[in-house]
T-cell receptor, first 114, second 114 residues
Framework: NAGVTQTPKFQVLKTGQSMTLQCAQD?????MYWYRQDPGMGLRLIYY???????DKGEVPNGYNVSRLNKREFSLRLESAAPSQTSVYFC?????????????FGPGTRLTVL | AQSVAQPEDQVNVAEGNPLTVKCTYS??????LFWYVQYPNRGLQFLLK????DNLVKGSYGFEAEFNKSQTSFHLKKPSALVSDSALYFC????????????WGAGTKLIIKP
C-alpha cells in the first residue's frame, strides 16, 4: 500500500515550457486535491476532484489544468510555466467528499521555473 | 475574509517540557478544525481533528488540542516534548459554508532542543 505517490520529485523548467505532474493513490479514495506550498504561506488549493471526470477550481487555479481520468489518478498540467509557479506541489486524497475527511498527502514535487 | 492565524513562526522548547503551538481562526459558523505535521522533505501527515463533541481532542504521537469557541482557538499541545517532534505544524479550518476547501495557516516551525 503505497498511499499517494507523485512524480517527478524535482523538476526545473524554463519559462514557457509545459509539463504534467502525476499523482496516483491506491486507497480507493473518492476525492483528490492539488495544492501548492510557498514559503511563509499555508497550502493553497489549486484544484479539487470529487470523482472521475469532475473537477472544481480552488483558490489559485490560473495557469493550471487538471485531469481526473480515473479514480486513482489526478494530474496537474502547466501549459506555459512562469517563474511565479515555482513552488512545491502536493497531491492529496480523502475517502469521502471533503468535509470532515482526513487528507493523505503525497511526498511533493519541487518545481523551479527559470 | 475568513482566515487562520498561527501567530508564531517558530517555537523553541526543551526536550521533556510541555509544548503549545497556537492557532486562532476567523470563519463563519462552527468550523471543522485540523492539525497536520510536515517533516523535512515530506508530505503533510494528519495529527488530529475537531468535528463536534468533546472540546479536547487527542491525536497521534501524544498530541492533543483544545477547541475554544469563545476564543476561536484550537491550540496544539503535548505534555512532554521529544526531539523527534521537531517539524512544521499546520492548522487548517473548514468553514461550514465550504464543501471541501480548507483554509490553512502559514505553519509554525517547532524546534525541540535536547
Amino acid at each position: 500500500n503505497a498511499g499517494v505517490t507523485q512524480t517527478p520529485k524535482f523538476q526545473v523548467l524554463k519559462t514557457g515550457q509545459s509539463m504534467t505532474l502525476q499523482c496516483a493513490q491506491d486507497m480507493n479514495h473518492n476525492s483528490m486535491y492539488w495544492y501548492r506550498q510557498d514559503p511563509g504561506m499555508g497550502l493553497r488549493l489549486i484544484y479539487y476532484s470529487a470523482s472521475e471526470g469532475t473537477t472544481d477550481k480552488g483558490e489559485v487555479p490560473n495557469g493550471y489544468n487538471v485531469s481526473r481520468l480515473n479514480k486513482r489518478e489526478f494530474s496537474l498540467r502547466l501549459e506555459s510555466a512562469a517563474p511565479s509557479q515555482t513552488s512545491v506541489y502536493f497531491c492529496a486524497s480523502s475517502e469521502g467528499y471533503g468535509g470532515t475527511d482526513t487528507q493523505y498527502f503525497g511526498p511533493g514535487t519541487r518545481l523551479t521555473v527559470l | 475574509a475568513q482566515s487562520v492565524a498561527q501567530p508564531e513562526d517558530q517555537v523553541n522548547v526543551a526536550e521533556g517540557n510541555p509544548l503549545t503551538v497556537k492557532c486562532t481562526y476567523s470563519v463563519s459558523g462552527n468550523p471543522y478544525l485540523f492539525w497536520y505535521v510536515q517533516y523535512p522533505n515530506r508530505g503533510l501527515q494528519f495529527l488530529l481533528k475537531y468535528i463536534t463533541g468533546d472540546n479536547l481532542v487527542k491525536g497521534s504521537y501524544g498530541f492533543e488540542a483544545e477547541f475554544n469557541k469563545s476564543q476561536t482557538s484550537f491550540h496544539l499541545k503535548k505534555p512532554s516534548a521529544l526531539v523527534s517532534d521537531s517539524a512544521l505544524y499546520f492548522c487548517a479550518v473548514r468553514p461550514m459554508d465550504s464543501n471541501y476547501q480548507l483554509i490553512w495557516g502559514a505553519g509554525t516551525k517547532l524546534i525541540i532542543k535536547p
